[in-house]
């Protein structure tokens, strides 16, 4: 920060760079400071009075200059060296300033935003409280300026903190002092040069016109009774007869009276004026009311000063002539002025003559702007001539004579101690100031002791800050305490987070104030340290959506990790009750944490003991040529389900090789466009093709179908040995790339006659009661050409080839009935199973095993992936997951396909297969009872599929058994 200082006028800043020396650097001066606050029109200009005093402009106040305040601090002591009155006026603008708070608004924005108010008000009370320690250090007297005419009882805190700072620090800053040249030794062992003098400078405008009128009455009418007058005693009285004194004169008195109580009540000062941070005097006058005439002569003094500035600038010329009207107007006006206090301002003289630019008064603008200036601070003259009865030069000067006299003896009572006062060189005085003010008011970087002094004093100004960290401090504990209560051993961050908004809770609940949000970042970070000292758990997922409860650990496979942690394999605590893929035995699973755990070591382990014996359909698998194959890098796609190239819907999918779909879908071939694999219109029965009559529905098969086989497969790829599918097959997979195991089983239980359609299935555990039954589904296929279906004309013979010969009246047509049963199964974790009669109910048989329904939902509807169990009406909520597809074949000349797609999730989800799309469907033999098992997890190319919250439940599109699942082919008889 750089401070202006004119060896020519005086005027200088603190910390100062310039010292007096020679004659004016040997004289004895007496100290003044102004503080306190200034009103809002001043500029932040308390020493109005002091210029009127001292005949000239003292401070630069300037209504277009901003002012020069430390940013550090925001407090400005500028100084003013009169050598010929041996007087140093110090005026200090702080945050008790309009003007210096407007500055501090702009330079403090960012932490008014941070820390809000009361903490950037706190910062600006402390720098004023900073600066008052300065002063009171080197001043004889301080003149303590309010702008209303009541004492702000406020100052006695701060008097009392600053005497508590005073006591503390005297010890440091008198080893400050001893490294002052040529200072005195009474100076350097009190710290200051005595006990200072505080004068009260009130306002009078707020004062009702009545006591005001009552004053200027007085004046007028007795003017030789209202002159001030001097006791032996040094009390100030009003002469006059009878009147007893002018009203502001009573008003000043009953201040003097008000003040002196509060501030002997409170201990700011005592009877030995050493021991006190300041003293009032006992015979003299220490309250001065300013009238509202000597109030406005700060605003011509800023006025004067920018109209200077303003002429003094490039391209003024057109000002002077407006100038030049407006001091003429002002001369006629009847000397009132703009501020006179006299009588109203006349209106101009229509024939007044104007004066020109080129009139010799007005040669340059230099004379225009001291003219004008001089014009408009005429009527303050009047003003101040009718105040000379209550001046302030008087009361001021008072004071000054007697401490560049005799000094100050300020204690009251008989055994009052020794008085000490001190009137130093002006050099002495300029560099011992200096060491205060880097002592108090600078940043104190590295002086250690400068740094404990100011840390007190923030302690006991900023009561606010102060307050609120004890409150806060006080429920921080608490808060701490309710992160802990509960707590497992081991937990992740999202429990770890909880736990801190239950602390949050409890600190906002009861911690109030500006250090809120410094308690709740400790809050943040103790609950931190709670957590990473070794209560840091595993945060890896489930194939569930449950969480490992060990500690932060690794697996075996994490071969790449190198930090210092356990190995040990993953485990929620939770286990569930799963079948075998047959159904005919359960055991307990833990919850997996991989798809190959979930859906193929279970299902090996029970198989080992019973479904490895039954005859199985196996699904296409990777089947290795080399000895280090590898994973293929499967690119993730923004969605996952558009990898696929399948024209046709998730819903519909086309049939190849003759083969029908029983729910009017079709399946998607390999080599044909979609337009030429849908099933022509003219190959089907009008009205017959896919109609369901009842419990029945009629396909027809002609002669076309046998030999679309070979036509529309196409070419397969070939699948790779070299690299496989890391994940579950679906259909957004590459091409060409198989899985190393499949996560789909398919069972052949034995004959049809397993299954009894009067007891349901039975020796197979889990089934609740009335939901162990197959749906029957009766299926009439009609022949329109027998001779292209050997098999069923071999099979059937002709006799039941012509069964309902008559109502096939347009040929050589045929027609048979079989009958297909159908069963959807869901299982809980609890082990529970049922069979669905729809996509939106369960299948409930009566008591005697009737079943009132069909398989005709089940096979032409979308069925959901999970359904709440029956089991969870009574408690909580818990969804059955479709585990197993039921398929008895008929003992006919046709086999029954089974073509499943699941979509775990909305789309764009892909839809999880058993082999790959381009395959044909899975032929299941006739008259057997056959059990497809669905994969227990789902995990794509970015993650598992969760299943959904059973407490909310799903919509049926959320996941979903697609339609267009079973079909019917022709069998193929092998003929020798």
């Not at 001097?230 to 009203?247: L, P």
């Not at 949050?504 to 970070?525: D, F, I, K, N």
């Not at 595993?538 to 650990?553: A, D, F, K, V």
């Amino acid at each position: 920060m750089e401070y202006n200082l004119s060896r020519k006028n005086g005027v200088f800043s603190l910390p100062s760079t310039w010292i007096p020396q020679n004659g004016e650097g040997r004289q004895r001066v007496v100290v003044v400071s102004v503080v306190g606050k200034s009103t809002l029109d001043a500029g932040g200009c308390k020493a109005a009075s002091l210029e009127a005093m001292v005949g000239r402009k003292i401070f630069n106040r300037d209504m277009i200059q901003t002012l020069d305040l430390d940013p550090n601090t925001m407090v400005g002591v500028e100084g003013y060296f009169d050598h010929r009155a041996r007087v140093i006026y110090l005026h200090l603008t702080a945050a008790h300033d309009t003007s210096a708070i407007i500055s501090a608004l702009t330079n403090m924005h960012s932490q008014l935003q941070e820390k809000g108010f009361l903490m950037a008000w706190s910062s600006l009370k402390l720098g004023y409280a900073r600066s008052l320690l300065l002063l009171f250090s080197v001043s004889h007297l301080l003149l303590l300026c309010h702008p209303s005419h009541t004492f702000d009882i406020t100052y006695i805190h701060l008097f009392r903190t600053l005497d508590a700072i005073r006591c503390k620090a005297q010890s440091y800053l008198c080893e400050v002092l001893r490294g002052v040249p040529g200072i005195n030794k009474d100076w350097a062992s009190f710290g200051r040069l005595c006990s200072p003098r505080v004068l009260f400078i009130f306002s009078a405008r707020l004062l009702p016109r009545l006591a005001r009128a009552n004053n200027h009455h007085t004046s007028s009418t007795h003017p030789t009774q209202a002159s001030p007058h001097r006791g032996g005693t040094g009390e100030r009285w009003w002469g006059g007869g009878g009147s007893g004194g002018g009203g502001l004169r009573n008003l000043e008195l009953a201040l003097e009276d008000q003040i002196y109580r509060l501030l002997r009540k409170s201990r700011v000062i005592t009877n030995i004026s050493a021991n006190s941070l300041f003293a009032l005097p006992n015979n003299q006058a220490y309250v001065y009311l300013m009238e509202e005439g000597q109030e406005n002569q700060a605003p011509p003094a800023l006025l004067k000063n920018t109209l200077h500035n303003l002429c003094y600038t490039p391209g003024a010329d057109s000002l002077v002539s407006d100038l030049s009207q407006l001091s003429m107007r002002g001369k006629g006006s009847g000397g009132g002025g703009m501020w006179g206090g006299g009588t109203q301002r006349a209106s101009p003289s229509p024939d007044t003559t104007t004066t020109t630019p080129s009139s010799p008064s007005f040669t340059s603008t230099s004379t225009s702007a001291d003219t004008l200036s001089a014009t408009i601070l005429s009527g303050v003259s009047t003003e101040r001539k009718r105040n000379l009865e209550h001046s302030f030069n008087v009361f001021l000067q008072q004071h000054i004579d007697q401490a560049l006299g005799k000094g100050f003896d300020d204690n009251v009572g008989r055994h009052s101690g020794p008085v000490f006062f001190q009137i130093p060189r002006a050099s002495v005085w300029f560099e011992a100031a200096n060491r205060v003010y880097r002592f108090f008011v600078a940043a104190p970087d590295k002086d250690t002791k400068a740094k404990q002094v100011v840390g007190s004093l923030q302690s006991l100004v900023e009561t606010e800050v102060r307050f609120s960290d004890a409150r806060c401090a006080k429920v921080l504990p608490l808060a701490i305490a309710a992160y802990k209560e509960g707590l497992p051993p081991h937990y992740t961050h999202l429990h770890h987070q909880h736990k801190v908004e239950v602390a949050q809770s409890v600190l906002s609940g009861q911690a109030r104030g500006p250090m809120y949000e410094h308690y709740m970042t400790q809050l943040e970070e103790a609950c931190e340290r709670i957590w990473t000292d070794g209560r840091q758990g595993c945060e890896t997922l489930s194939l569930t959506g449950n969480t490992c409860t060990h500690p932060r650990h690794k697996t075996s496979h994490d071969t790449d990790d190198d930090r210092p942690l356990p190995v040990m394999p993953h485990s929620s605590g939770v286990t569930y009750v799963s079948g075998c893929n047959c159904g005919h035995r359960q055991g307990q699973r833990e919850d997996p944490f991989s798809a190959r755990a979930a859906n193929l070591t279970f299902y090996q382990h029970l198989a080992e003991t019973c479904c490895s014996r039954l005859d199985s359909i196996p699904f296409p698998t990777f089947k290795p040529s080399v000895s280090n194959a590898t994973a293929a890098q499967v690119e993730l796609d923004g969605e996952e389900g558009d990898g696929e190239s399948d024209p046709g819907t998730p819903h519909h999918n086309n049939t190849p090789g003759g083969l029908t779909a029983l729910s009017g879908g079709s399946v998607i071939s390999s080599a044909a466009p979609p337009q030429r694999n849908m099933t022509p219109p003219q190959r089907m029965t009008p009205g017959d093709a896919t109609a369901s009559t009842g419990s029945q529905l009629v396909i027809t098969l002609t002669a076309e179908d046998t030999k679309t086989t070979s036509r529309e497969r196409g070419v397969i790829r070939q699948a790779s040995t070299t690299e496989y599918l890391p994940g579950m097959l679906h259909s957004a997979s590459p091409p060409g790339l198989l899985p190393q195991w499949s996560s789909w089983s398919l069972v052949c239980l034995g004959p049809s006659s397993l299954y009894s359609h009067n007891a349901g299935i039975c020796e197979q555990p889990g089934f609740l009661a009335g939901t162990n039954f197959l749906l029957p589904w009766d299926v009439t296929v009609k022949v329109q050409d027998r001779e292209k279906w050997p098999a069923i004309a071999d099979t059937l013979g002709k006799k039941a080839l012509m069964l309902k010969n008559k109502k096939n009246r347009g040929g050589d047509g045929a027609e048979f009935s079989v009958k297909i049963f159908l069963g959807v199964e869901y299982e809980c974790v609890r082990g529970h199973r049922f069979m669905m009669a729809g996509p939106d109910r369960p299948l409930k048989a009566s008591p005697s095993g009737l079943v009132k329904d069909n398989a005709s939902r089940v096979a032409n509807q979308d069925m959901p992936l999970y359904y709440p169990c029956p089991c969870s009406r009574g408690g909580a909520s818990i969804n059955g997951q479709l585990m197993r597809i039921h398929v008895v074949t008929p003992k006919a000349p046709v086999n029954v396909t089974l073509n499943p797609q699941v979509q775990p999730g909305p789309d764009p989800c892909p839809r999880y297969l058993p082999q790959p799309a381009v395959m044909p469907p899975i032929k299941l033999s006739p008259s057997a009872y056959w059990v497809l098992r669905l994969p227990s997890v789902y995990v794509g190319d970015q993650g598992p599929h969760y299943p959904p919250d059973p407490r909310h439940p799903a919509p049926p599109a959320f996941a979903r058994l697609l339609k267009g699942c079973y079909g019917i082919s022709q069998l193929v008889v092998d003929r020798i």
